[in-house]
């Protein structure tokens, strides 16, 4: 079946400092995949996304590509701070021209310090 | 705008008592999905409603049951609850016709069974 697999955390960062956070997914046809984020006390927030192979999400300086040959979708930041301190997960949902359900990731945590 | 909005924010059951979380989409937004999230983990699906009828059910014993309204607010019924149902209930709206759009979560019900 379907499935995303996150690199597990905590992960913590200097301010300033470049973060990854890798994703891969397992999934058949042609999913659409996110990254949503968890502020503590929170709901999800879509941070990003992407709905086809080789397309690049961004939003607040937060990067992922859809590579399909490695069937990953790693986010990254060039300057991290300490008001990105959240839970991220990763998710994918199936391409079927409706709202399929998104399949999460477990999350990784990331703690800026300043 | 409001945004997706969820009640109460906040509960406490009984082992083998019966629970309803509830949900109101974003304004304009017709399909209704519920998600458990526990403690640490990613969010997990549990039913789609759309058109007042469930149209996708993931792996959840028939103890969780929904039901969506006319005005496409839903709930979320758990009856004999166990203490394993503790969790963030999450749910999402989203809009059927536009495929891959945006799903919109609400800041979640945090169900504590005792």
């Known amino acids: 079946g379907n499935s995303v697999t996150q690199m597990e955390g905590p992960v913590t960062l200097s301010e300033e400092a470049f973060l990854t956070i890798n994703c891969t997914y397992t999934a058949t046809g042609y999913p659409s995949l996110f990254w949503y984020v968890q502020y503590p006390g929170e709901g999800l927030q879509l941070l990003l996304k992407?709905?086809?192979?080789?397309d690049k999400g961004s939003n607040k300086g937060f990067e992922a590509t859809y590579r399909k040959e490695t069937t990953s979708f790693h986010l990254e930041k060039g300057s991290v701070q300490v008001s990105d301190s959240a839970v991220y997960f990763c998710a994918l949902r199936d391409y079927g021209g409706s709202q399929g359900n998104l399949i999460f990731g477990k999350g990784t945590k990331l703690s800026v310090k300043p | 705008d409001a945004g997706v909005t969820q009640s109460p924010t906040h509960l406490i059951k009984t082992r083998g008592q019966q629970v309803t979380l509830r949900c109101s989409p974003k304004?304009?937004?017709?399909?209704v999905s519920w998600y458990q999230q526990a403690l640490g983990q990613g969010p997990q699906f549990i039913f789609q409603?759309?058109?007042?009828?469930?149209?996708q059910r993931g792996n959840f014993p028939d103890r969780f049951s929904g039901h969506q309204f006319p005005n496409y607010s839903s709930e979320l019924n758990v009856n004999a609850l166990l203490l394993g149902d503790s969790a963030l209930y999450l749910c999402a709206s989203s809009l059927e016709r536009r495929t891959n759009t945006e799903a919109f979560f609400g800041q979640g019900t945090r169900l504590t069974v005792v």
């Open positions: 304004s304009g937004h017709d399909t």
């Open positions: 992407a709905t086809k192979a080789d």
């Open positions: 409603y759309y058109e007042e009828e469930e149209r």
